[in-house]
């Protein structure tokens, strides 16, 4: 069974750091893009951050440019979220997506976690 299992989530005041990991079994997804997308009370899941297959490349949102960092390790089969300069705004539930290659923007992916809180307060 396929699982996509995300953890380090919480609370945290604005201007904090937290780094989310997504740790996959069931299958190696050394050939899969991977990718973080977030969801807030009341609005659509949206795009954070992707990462090619290989690693070399990755992808923000404008809103998460320059203060948020996706990796990943394919040895662990997990990807990492390493958020920093955090704001009330990026308060939501973060979710990890996996699909085969290419990362997209949409949320068309194939497998998905069951999501981790992050709050951030003013």
């Known amino acids: 069974q396929v699982q996509l299992v995300e953890s380090g989530g919480g609370l945290v005041q604005a201007g904090g750091s937290l780094r989310l990991s997504c740790a996959a079994s069931g299958r190696t997804f050394n050939n899969y893009a991977r990718a973080w997308f977030r969801q807030a009370p009341g609005k659509e899941r949206e795009f954070v951050a992707g990462?090619?297959?290989?690693?070399?490349?990755?992808y923000y949102a404008d809103s998460v440019k320059g203060r948020f960092t996706i990796s990943r390790d394919n040895a662990k089969n997990t990807v990492y979220l390493q958020m920093n300069s955090l704001k009330p705004e990026d308060t939501a539930v973060y979710y990890c997506?996996?699909?085969?290659?290419?990362?997209?923007?949409?949320?068309?992916?194939?497998?998905w976690g069951q999501g981790t809180q992050v709050t951030v307060s003013s």
């Open positions: 990462i090619s297959w290989r690693g070399g490349s990755t």
């Open positions: 997506a996996a699909r085969p290659y290419a990362v997209i923007v949409t949320t068309a992916y194939d497998y």
